[in-house]
């Protein structure tokens, strides 16, 4: 994998690889090949991935939104990604 150049990027992984026990490395080797200003991490709202998510965000010094804080009809994506990434922008710690 080549790194990502950008002026902001979004991280959002996590949620279907919940049970893996990589799953905080990978999240963490993610991080590792972005080279953005800022990097914006979409906790999943499965608790383990979310606390994976968290641990890369706050390593590398990032932000973050929470997806449990926001209803969902199916208890993975949010009903509304408007007000999500209204939050990912004024975002000032990991979730």
Known sequence: MRPVLADVAIVSAGANDAASPTLTQDLQGIRSMIRARQVIW???KDRRAAAAARLACLQAGDVGVDLLRYASDDGI???DYRSVSRQAFRATTCG
């Open 42 to 44: 979409i906790l999943p």
């Open 77 to 79: 994506h949010p009903r």
